[in-house]
């Protein structure tokens, strides 16, 4: 079984890889499908349950699938050896008294920094995003345990496979855990103790793995194949709220976040009647101890079709743009939702052609084949790349400092400091010849 058939399956399958790992999938009260992995042990006669997906990823199934299969040939019960772990484990917290456990110095951590005003995104709190990090990233042995006892080996044990795999989830857990345990020495909270989350210059960064994810630039597309890459986006949009938030924020060059955390709230409307989405300053980069305006993006005729024809749900102005319908609440995508979405585009094209959606000047380390393209890249890059060639694309010249305003971009103190309010009229020129652009294929095959 792949990640794309599991989430695509709606009756219990056999995952393959490991005999007897199976994914049973039970139908809620509510109508919504459950979806749980389970290990049927034909020599005990018995069923085990690993854990229910997606808080279980797929890999982590098969890894945990297959260590339960020795264990039972080796006579060990694993399921009653994890219960008794767990057990241990609460225990062991209750007797620590009033000693803080790791879970409940983050937690408090986040609510001293928030009454300060840190973290003011109200569509992504962060005890949310810690919230995710306990139940998909963090062991109980973790979690549970007061901070006195954690050291540098549990960190590395629970993290170096991620740290080598993914780009920047375990760098923003080890940065947050090593922040919230040197504020908890200096209110007090612990005793004073060398910080077991701290990578650089600490013995958690020797435990780590030294190959890490590439990250770098974002791979970007050549905007010279942008028109034909969104001929086959649109393509999607009517069934995939994935494809016309990614259209969006293609359109409106805007950052990964500020795309999928769109709320209609921020469509508004000048007083000459021109759309634009006003994005407050709070969930830009660029914050607003720097820029006292919010971001404001023109929207062309393009963007705004798009956002005339999306499907609404619910009548509450905060509402997100481009929900997450799945997930039966009002959340938006996650990125890891685009990026799927562009490696299914780009499987397809390369079928087609054997060049797929690349980067032509990006080649993976390892296997030195070309990478994808990203959100960010065909958003920021391929929009700036194409905006900065009036010759070669055919559209009027537009200033160095007209693009930078309409990527957000501020890089120089008096350049902040004079600013009170982004030259609109301009930048409406350029978005609307860049969706004239984007769309260019499209009037072409009519």
Request: glycine share 6%.
């Amino acid at each position: 079984m792949t990640e794309k058939q599991l989430k695509a399956t709606v009756k219990t399958t056999a995952c393959g890889g490991v005999p007897g790992l199976v994914l049973k999938v039970t139908k809620l009260k509510d109508g919504t499908m459950a979806k749980y992995f389970i290990l049927r042990e034909s020599t005990l006669n018995r069923i085990f349950t690993l854990g229910r997906y997606p808080q279980m990823s797929l890999a982590e199934a098969f890894k945990k699938a297959a260590e339960w299969k020795a264990k039972i040939k080796q006579g060990i019960d694993p399921s009653e050896e994890e219960k008794a772990l767990k057990a241990s484990l609460r225990k062991k917290s209750a007797q620590s008294d009033d000693r803080l456990t790791f879970e409940q110095l983050i937690y408090k951590w986040i609510e001293f920094n928030e009454a300060r005003g840190r973290w003011n995104n109200p569509n992504k709190p962060k005890k949310d995003v810690w919230r995710g990090f306990f139940r998909n990233h963090i062991p109980d042995s973790i979690r549970m345990l007061p901070v006195e006892e954690l050291t540098p080996e549990m960190f590395a044990a629970a993290l170096s496979e991620k740290w080598r795999t993914m780009i920047d989830t375990p760098e923003r857990i080890l940065s947050d855990a090593r922040q919230a345990i040197d504020w908890a020495i200096r209110s007090e909270l612990i005793a004073p103790m060398l910080n077991p989350a701290q990578v650089k210059d600490g013995k958690l960064g020797d435990l780590l793995p030294l190959m890490r994810a590439e990250g770098g630039h974002e791979p970007a597309l050549p905007p010279k194949r942008m028109p034909l890459f969104f001929a086959e986006l649109m393509k999607l949009v009517p069934v995939s709220q994935t494809a016309r938030c990614l259209a969006f924020a293609i359109l409106t060059a805007a950052r990964n976040s500020t795309a999928r955390e769109a709320t209609w709230d921020e469509i508004q409307q000048d007083d000459e009647g021109n759309w634009l989405h006003v994005i407050p300053r709070g969930r830009m980069k660029v914050k607003s101890e720097k820029i006292p305006f919010d971001r404001k993006t023109p929207l062309s005729p393009q963007a705004l079709e798009l956002l005339n024809t999306a499907p609404r749900i619910g009548l509450d102005s905060n509402a997100f743009i481009f929900p997450n319908i799945n997930k039966g609440k009002n959340s938006p995508f996650t990125r890891d939702s685009v990026r799927a979405l562009i490696k299914r585009m780009h499987d397809k094209q390369k079928s087609i052609d054997g060049i797929g959606w690349i980067d032509p000047d990006q080649v993976h380390a390892k296997t030195g084949k070309p990478r994808i393209v990203t959100l960010h890249g065909c958003a920021r890059a391929t929009f700036n790349t194409w905006a900065k060639d009036a010759k070669g694309y055919g559209h009027s010249k537009f200033a160095k400092d007209l693009r930078e305003s309409c990527l957000d971009h501020r890089n120089e103190s008096y350049q902040c400091a004079y600013d009170r309010e982004q030259a609109l009229g301009d930048m409406r020129e350029v978005f609307d010849a860049w969706g004239e652009f984007c769309f260019s294929a499209m009037k072409r095959g009519k």
